[in-house]
């Protein structure tokens, strides 16, 4: 079974920096996309950013506007999220997920077909 887990939130200021990390376990091959998302209170999940670690191909929500970087170590099966800039509005639970790689490119449209949800890890940015 393909397992993710997500880690690395916590509490910063406006204008802060958190680097999130979400690690695989059981991926067997490389031809999959791993999608970062998120919920605030009272909000629906929305995709952050997804890249696909075979190519490197990287895809962003457009709220993100050069803030966030999303990275992989395939060695470590680990997909990284540096959040810098980081503004009230970006408080929620952030959640890693996978999917094959062709949905990489339209993660944001395509949530419902991203599985092997991880815990998330609440990312909480003070005014």
């Known amino acids: 079974d393909v397992q993710l887990q997500a880690f690395g939130g916590g509490f910063v200021q406006t204008g802060g920096s958190l680097k999130l990390s979400c690690t695989a376990s059981g991926l067997t091959a490389d031809d999959y996309a791993i999608g970062w998302f998120r919920q605030a209170p009272g909000k629906e999940r929305e995709g952050v950013s997804c890249?696909?670690?075979?190519?490197?191909?990287?895809y962003y929500g457009d709220f993100v506007k050069g803030r966030f970087t999303i990275s992989s170590n395939n060695a470590k099966n680990t997909v990284y999220l540096q959040m810098s800039s980081l503004k009230p509005e970006d408080t929620a639970v952030y959640y890693c997920a996978a999917a094959n790689r062709v949905y990489a490119a339209s993660f944001l449209y395509t949530e419902g077909i991203y599985d092997s949800w991880g815990l998330g890890t609440q990312v909480t940015v003070s005014s």
């Open positions: 890249i696909s670690p075979r190519d490197g191909s990287t």
